[in-house]
């Protein structure tokens, strides 16, 4: 095992957890996560080398709409996040607060 040297200025991890059908929390970030994470890499396509985002499983957060965001390494989370907050979730990762 060794360190790798590829390491981005900013990791954005975003949930597409699916939850089952009959859970009270519906489907939750399997809902809107894709469409979130596909923006997410649209948005991030000139800059993927400071900037990496990861579609994940549970993060632990489970949002009613939208979903789950942790930008690392901020250590921060975000919840009820869709599409259209890309930008200014990007804007916050990037330290343009």
């Known amino acids: 095992m060794r360190p790798s040297t590829m390491r981005p200025r900013v990791h954005v991890l975003v949930c597409t957890h699916?939850?089952?059908s009959d859970?009270?929390?519906r489907s939750g970030c399997g809902?809107?996560?894709p469409a979130v994470f596909e923006a997410m890499k649209r948005a991030t396509a000139g800059v993927a080398s400071?900037?990496?985002v990861t579609a994940t499983g549970c993060l632990g957060h489970c949002?009613?709409?939208g979903c789950a965001v942790a930008i690392?390494?901020?250590n921060e989370h975000l919840v009820e996040?869709?599409?259209e907050d890309v930008p200014a979730v990007l804007a916050q990762a990037l330290?343009?607060?």
Do not use: N, S, T
Request: no cysteine; proline share 12%.
């Open 95 to 97: 330290g343009a607060r």
């Open 72 to 74: 690392h390494p901020h």
């Open 81 to 83: 996040v869709v599409a």
């Open 23 to 25: 859970d009270p929390l």
């Open 50 to 52: 400071r900037v990496w």
């Open 31 to 33: 809902e809107g996560g």
């Open 63 to 65: 949002p009613r709409r």
């Open 18 to 20: 699916a939850r089952r």
